[in-house]
């Protein structure tokens, strides 16, 4: 088993940034890649970002390339999320998640999640 807990959700302004991260605990974090969803109210669940098990390689989707950053420190158990410009469309609850496959996976390819945290822009 593979605990992920997110924190640094909160409420921002447009333009704001915020940097999420997911704590892992249980089995050994490098051998999962891990990745970032939201799901807005009303919404179905949207793939964000992905890492693989190193760190070496990162995807994104196009909603956020080029506002948001992944990154995984694995000596610490933590997978990050930097998000810069954010925009109105972006409240949701982030979650992020673990994979035994090391590649961007359809969502239902991922084996833990976490409970989530809740980012809301203000504009």
């Known amino acids: 088993q593979v605990q992920l807990v997110e924190s640094g959700g909160g409420l921002v302004q447009a333009g704001g940034s915020l940097r999420l991260s997911c704590a892992a605990s249980g089995r050994t974090f490098s051998n999962y890649a891990m990745g970032w969803f939201r799901q807005a109210p009303g919404k179905e669940r949207e793939f964000l970002a992905a890492?693989?098990?190193?760190?070496?390689?990162?995807y994104y989707a196009d909603s956020v390339k080029g506002r948001f950053t992944i990154s995984r420190d694995n000596a610490k158990n933590t997978a990050y999320l930097q998000m810069d410009s954010l925009k109105p469309a972006d409240p949701a609850v982030y979650s992020c998640a673990a994979s035994v496959y090391n590649a961007v996976v359809p969502s239902t390819q991922y084996n833990y999640w976490g409970q989530g945290t809740q980012v809301t822009v203000s504009s």
């Open positions: 890492i693989i098990r190193g760190g070496g390689s990162q």
